[in-house]
């Protein structure tokens, strides 16, 4: 392979280079200059470096079944385009009969993990979850539970009279495994104030995870781009994700396994109807990973979510910086009613094809990044 510098149009980008060469912290400003820069191809080739360094040629995957308990919401974040409020004749909130049932049918079978977020429906309370975690434990087994945005801990502690550590409590003892990282969004206060009125501030979301990582829950993280945010806001809420993941691990917890940079979609939210936003384009998608995997230089994976930035982006985005296109994703709700124009769930054959075609290993995963040489059964 030729050398890194040679690969470098932007010679600003050099002393960055040299520092990915050593290993050596990246700073506000490189961030800054990363985003900046118009050569996406040399901030890439510095991406590929790390990611090769960490992962190798492999790219992880899961088998994945989304399920949403409850589309009614009493907070407004103005890109959301599945929340519903009551009385809207769209509202829902499923029982645990319903769950099960939904789990039963075929094109479930197989699935490894269960990925549950939601609204935030001042209905369900810790017994709610108590009751659903136990009885999709007792009829699947296998299947990992991974619920809950940091979002919806703090909010469904506070409805149920609990401290957040309570509520997590209870809900790992009826078999709450893991959480996925929504709800984070973009950490500058001002802009949460104008994009997810009524959601609670960054450090909220910090707090409640550093108390994951505190209690052994595995979790990941997200941030929401290509809205109204600027680089120095996304330069600042990587880096302020880094600061946590230093403290989790230099008290001797894991952490994050995974970021994911999740890309807006512009369809049928206020966000869209106030504002110009258009769809993100390849470049700024594949910018945003490498971007991450260059500054997150703790964080063991960089996911490329294909729901939003497209089966065929994600095989590129491997050579990015990514090391995991997430998953098959089966019946996913939220980003679609958003606009995503990709398929709702992928067959295990077409996300192992993919892989192999962009040059890369597949591996099946489970969510602490254990791999499978076995196809998984029902
Ligand atoms: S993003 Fe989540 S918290 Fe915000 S309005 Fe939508 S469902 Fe509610």
Redesign the pocket.
Known sequence: MLPLASRIRDPRLLPIADKVLRGERLTFEDGLLLYETSDLTGVGAMANQVRTRLNGRRAYYVLSRRLSYTNV?Y???QF?A??AKPGDPKAYALSAEEIIRELEKPETAGVRELHMT???NPKLKVDYFEDLFRKIKARFPAIHLKVFTM?ELDYYARVSGLSTEAFLDRCMAAGLESCPGGGAEIFDETLREQI?IG?KDAQVWLDTAALCHRKGLPTNCTMLYGHIEEARHRVDHLLRLRDLQDRSQAAGYEGFLAFVPLAYQNEDNELSAAHTIHETTGTQDLREIAVARLLLDNIPHIKAYWVMISPGLAQIALSYGADDVDGTIIAEEIAHTAGAKTPQGLSQGDLERLIREAGYEPLERDNLYHTFEEPATA
């Open positions: 919401c907070t407004h974040c959301c599945f929340q939601s609204g935030h979002m997810c959601k």
